[in-house]
């Protein structure tokens, strides 16, 4: 089993910082791609960033420039570095993996609970 645990959301001022970190644990053989999502209150769940086992990364339009997306040697541990905030940035932010639980078997998803990242004055 593969568990996801994000930490690191909170309330910021706009124009503010925080950094996600999104912690994966348990049995499996690589972790292919680690995405970040967010999803605001009525609103549709949003590609935020991702980043590949070879570390290729891709980002949203709405966050290019602003977030940046890494992962710790391990290949473990994904951060997301979120600058410059904005009141729209507001949302639960869930960590989603791509994982592969034997050699040459097909992938799975897991997902975390999400932390919500909240920006306001």
């Known amino acids: 089993q593969v568990q996801v645990v994000e930490s690191g959301g909170g309330w910021v001022q706009p124009g503010g910082s925080l950094r996600l970190s999104c912690a994966v644990s348990?049995?499996?053989?690589?972790?292919?791609?680690i995405h970040w999502y967010r999803q605001a209150s009525g609103n549709q769940r949003e590609l935020v960033a991702t980043?590949?086992?070879?570390?290729?990364?891709q980002y949203g339009d709405s966050v290019k420039g602003r977030f940046t997306i890494s992962r710790d040697s391990t290949g473990n541990t994904s951060f997301l570095q979120m600058n410059s905030l904005k009141p729209e940035d507001t949302a639960v932010y869930l960590c989603?993996?791509?994982?592969?639980?034997?050699?040459?078997?097909?992938?799975?998803?897991?997902w975390g609970q999400g932390t919500q990242v909240t920006v306001s004055a």
């Open positions: 980043i590949t086992s070879t570390h290729i990364t």
């Open positions: 989603n993996v791509v994982a592969r639980l034997w050699a040459g078997r097909p992938t799975r998803d897991y």
């Open positions: 348990g049995r499996f053989y690589n972790l292919p791609a």
